[in-house]
């Protein structure tokens, strides 16, 4: 999915040289809204930034919101965030057509490209284990979306992990070089490993994610880029 030619200006003209200590997400974060209105709010006794949809969007279907972090350049470090993400009003609830409540993290954006891990939150609690499965997932743009993946590698790039709807979910995400590596709640042991980041080793922006179809929230940001 391309950014769209304004928000993809201002991520190619983004600064790879100076890399920040630390990014952290608050009101005073300059960020680059895509295909999304950003809301400051309260989610369940978090401040926390919402997306909306652009006005005449609310019940589209395959719509990516994005938030890009201005002047972040990330390649190797943690990734750090809480998320909440739940079925939008007005979406279906099958577990068949749609897309449903996804919500994620690119990093390495740059121009038309990015790598990903987003989670699913409705999958992890459904009674069919081949939609448990699918609760996390990797996905690469714009060559290597979800689906090309499980057709050509099934069960690679996504994995099981207990998540609760609308409730906050902490990720951590490691990424060295070639290889990612996204932990849950805290755990010691990924969720997710991908060791083959599609897009090799390269560096760029960072995003908050979702889909139209999730009520997404995020807060508690924090990037912290290897030190070399």
Partial sequence: MKLGAAALCVVAALPLAAQTSMIKLDSTTK??????????ETHRGRRSLTFAPLPGQEFANDVEMWA???GSDFQDGTIELDLAGVRRQ??????????KGFVGVSFRVRADTSERFYLRPHNARLPEQIFRNR????????????????????GAYESYVDLEPDAW????????GKTARM?????SQPALVV???KHGVSRGAIALWSRISAQAHFANLKVTPKQL
């Fill in 135 to 154: 609760s996390t997932q990797y996905e690469a743009t714009p060559d290597y979306p979800w689906d090309r993946l499980r057709r050509e590698n099934p």
């Fill in 90 to 99: 007005g979406y279906s609830d099958d577990n068949v057509s749609g897309f």
């Fill in 195 to 197: 060791s083959d980041l």
């Fill in 169 to 176: 979910t902490h990720i951590k995400i490691e990424v060295s």
């Fill in 183 to 187: 932990f849950v709640n805290g755990a």
């Fill in 68 to 70: 890009v972090i201005a």
């Fill in 31 to 40: 960020l680059i809204p895509v295909n999304a209105r950003l809301v400051w």
